[in-house]
């Protein structure tokens, strides 16, 4: 439950950045994100972008009933290649990379140690590093839909560390091992 | 442009899984689990019938580095003496999916049987969850020409009431008076001194020799009070693993391999008092 009310804080305080550029809201799904990821959150410094938000995933024969909290960083490359189809404009920005703390909420995951382990014993369970890229397309100048490629911390780690074999044993770089994705929906206020 | 960027969007979407969260319980894994590595076992010792001499790999703690672990597994397949291999433990580090899949395609280019028992860090997360749906059971235990091999559950942080010393002495009695030739525990983590008593209960039940994993390095002990060895291998690094010799009726051998083995013998521990088991009033 602290997660969520550290969710929600977080939810209401961005909600207030009315001073920030742009405030948007976000909607996620897959990308190890949650089956639904709601997120708000600010541009800053003109490519920068801030959010948190909650994600929940519904029971299923493949994933246990969690929620968990985010915060994400986003970096938003300014080139945008535009065109038109049947007299309406959009516009790509095929460059954005980015980062989320995740943090899930279950009774089997933890972010303090439990009492039964001496100190140190585990890393937490329940906190998780994601890196992304998201390609996106802009609908209009208020609202995008997007594609996210995701990799999980530990990855990152492993392909960095040991990339042959990766590369010997899935496709694309070794990439489709490591790599998930997921898509999203974005709209600026 | 625009073809460019398309193309690039089906290379990811054909390369990337839609996958909820980190904690996802699905983890494909196709011919890893215990029952079907020990049917392969079975029909391999049917096919050689009677053997003088055979060798089983002991391999531990190979999370984060699969790669190591294939190539171990490489290795390892070029030995024809070893009939099998023992998978002791810690598969993944934080037990996500990702962590076991790629262990399992490590896994997948064995030409052994691989049997495997359960680490502390694969209990994480819901890892216990994907070892019951990959492996199997957390305890098992198999005979191979005619020695007992029983592997048992004993993360004692992790799940209650292990290990369970009924079963453990159930599975090493002989069957209708005919004694084993050898009896061989399999774990994850070497007796706890704390576990009072644990020690002498093995070897009161004819326990010959535990192989274990978790320590990262190699070891080779037994306690002053009962002389039962407890042997454990080094962590997966390409490669690095232990090597247990049987010789039906001989004593076992055990020798710490790299590219080469060194025999290994134990060096015998003094318990600590509080350790000891009580000796009544």
């Given at each position: 439950?602290?997660?969520?009310?550290?969710?929600v804080?977080?939810?209401?305080?961005?909600?207030?950045?009315?001073g920030?550029n742009?405030?948007?809201?976000?909607?996620?799904?897959?990308?190890?994100?949650?089956?639904?990821?709601?997120s708000?959150?600010?541009?800053?410094?003109?490519?920068?972008?801030?959010?948190?938000?909650?994600?929940?995933?519904?029971?299923l024969?493949?994933?246990?009933e969690?929620s968990?909290?985010?915060?994400r960083y986003r970096?938003?490359?300014?080139?945008?290649?535009?065109?038109?189809?049947?007299?309406?404009?959009?516009?790509?920005?095929?460059?954005?990379?980015?980062?989320?703390?995740?943090?899930?909420?279950?009774?089997?995951?933890f972010?303090?140690?439990?009492?039964?382990?001496p100190?140190?014993?585990?890393?937490?369970?329940?906190?998780?590093?994601?890196?992304?890229y998201q390609?996106?397309?802009?609908?209009?100048?208020?609202?995008q839909?997007?594609?996210?490629?995701?990799?999980?911390?530990v990855?990152?780690?492993s392909y960095?560390?040991?990339?042959?074999?990766?590369?010997?044993?899935?496709?694309?770089?070794?990439?489709e091992?490591?790599?998930?994705?997921?898509?999203g929906?974005?709209?600026?206020? | 442009m625009k073809?460019?960027?398309?193309?690039?969007?089906?290379?990811?979407?054909?390369?990337?899984?839609?996958e909820?969260s980190?904690?996802?319980?699905?983890?494909?894994?196709?011919?890893?689990?215990?029952e079907e590595?020990?049917?392969k076992?079975?029909?391999f010792?049917?096919s050689i019938?009677?053997v003088?001499?055979?060798?089983?790999?002991?391999?531990g703690d190979?999370?984060?580095?699969?790669?190591?672990?294939?190539?171990?597994?490489?290795?390892?397949?070029?030995?024809?003496?070893?009939?099998f291999?023992?998978l002791?433990?810690?598969?993944?580090?934080?037990?996500?999916?990702?962590?076991?899949?790629?262990?399992?395609?490590?896994?997948?280019?064995?030409?052994?049987?691989?049997?495997?028992v359960?680490?502390?860090?694969d209990s994480?997360s819901?890892?216990?969850?994907?070892?019951l749906?990959v492996?199997?059971?957390?305890?098992f235990?198999f005979?191979?020409?005619?020695s007992?091999?029983v592997?048992?559950?004993?993360n004692k942080?992790e799940?209650?009431?292990?290990p369970?010393?009924d079963?453990?002495?159930?599975q090493a009695a002989?069957?209708?008076?005919q004694?084993?030739?050898h009896v061989?525990?399999?774990?994850?983590?070497p007796p706890w001194?704390?576990?009072?008593g644990f020690d002498?209960?093995?070897?009161?039940?004819?326990?010959?020799?535990?192989?274990?994993?978790?320590?990262?390095?190699?070891?080779?002990?037994?306690w002053?009070d009962?002389?039962?060895p407890?042997?454990?291998?080094?962590?997966?690094?390409?490669?690095?693993?232990g090597?247990?010799s049987?010789y039906?009726g001989?004593?076992?051998?055990l020798?710490?391999?790299?590219?080469e083995?060194?025999?290994?013998?134990?060096?015998t521990?003094v318990k600590s008092?509080a350790?000891?088991?009580?000796q009544?009033?």
């Amino acid at each position: 439950m602290t997660i969520q009310r550290m969710a929600v804080l977080l939810l209401l305080t961005f909600g207030q950045i009315q001073g920030a550029n742009a405030v948007f809201m976000d909607l996620q799904s897959g990308s190890l994100m949650g089956m639904v990821h709601a997120s708000v959150g600010g541009t800053f410094a003109d490519n920068h972008h801030l959010s948190a938000g909650v994600g929940y995933v519904p029971k299923l024969d493949r994933h246990e009933e969690m929620s968990m909290g985010s915060l994400r960083y986003r970096y938003q490359n300014p080139y945008r290649w535009n065109f038109s189809v049947k007299d309406r404009s959009y516009g790509i920005s095929p460059l954005n990379f980015g980062v989320a703390l995740l943090v899930g909420s279950h009774k089997d995951l933890f972010v303090k140690l439990p009492d039964q382990y001496p100190d140190g014993y585990y890393n937490p369970t329940a906190i998780r590093l994601i890196f992304n890229y998201q390609s996106i397309l802009h609908l209009n100048e208020q609202t995008q839909v997007y594609f996210d490629v995701s990799v999980l911390d530990v990855g990152l780690v492993s392909y960095v560390r040991e990339p042959e074999f990766f590369m010997d044993n899935y496709d694309y770089l070794g990439l489709e091992g490591i790599t998930n994705w997921g898509f999203g929906l974005r709209h600026q206020f | 442009m625009k073809n460019r960027f398309l193309l690039l969007l089906a290379v990811l979407l054909a390369g990337c899984q839609y996958e909820l969260s980190p904690w996802q319980t699905d983890a494909h894994c196709p011919g890893v689990s215990v029952e079907e590595n020990l049917a392969k076992l079975a029909a391999f010792e049917q096919s050689i019938g009677k053997v003088d001499y055979y060798q089983v790999a002991i391999i531990g703690d190979p999370q984060q580095y699969p790669g190591s672990f294939e190539s171990t597994i490489k290795h390892v397949n070029n030995l024809d003496d070893v009939h099998f291999i023992l998978l002791v433990g810690d598969l993944a580090e934080t037990g996500v999916k990702a962590e076991f899949e790629w262990m399992c395609k490590a896994m997948s280019k064995s030409n052994k049987p691989i049997i495997s028992v359960i680490g502390n860090h694969d209990s994480l997360s819901f890892g216990k969850d994907i070892w019951l749906d990959v492996f199997g059971p957390y305890d098992f235990a198999f005979t191979y020409q005619n020695s007992r091999f029983v592997a048992y559950n004993d993360n004692k942080y992790e799940f209650d009431d292990v290990p369970d010393r009924d079963w453990l002495a159930a599975q090493a009695a002989p069957i209708v008076d005919q004694p084993w030739d050898h009896v061989i525990g399999v774990s994850h983590i070497p007796p706890w001194e704390a576990d009072i008593g644990f020690d002498a209960h093995l070897k009161e039940n004819d326990f010959e020799l535990t192989v274990h994993g978790h320590e990262s390095s190699f070891d080779h002990w037994q306690w002053q009070d009962d002389l039962l060895p407890h042997y454990i291998t080094t962590q997966n690094r390409d490669p690095g693993f232990g090597m247990l010799s049987v010789y039906p009726g001989l004593p076992l051998e055990l020798s710490d391999c790299t590219r080469e083995c060194v025999p290994s013998v134990p060096r015998t521990v003094v318990k600590s008092a509080a350790a000891l088991p009580s000796q009544g009033p």
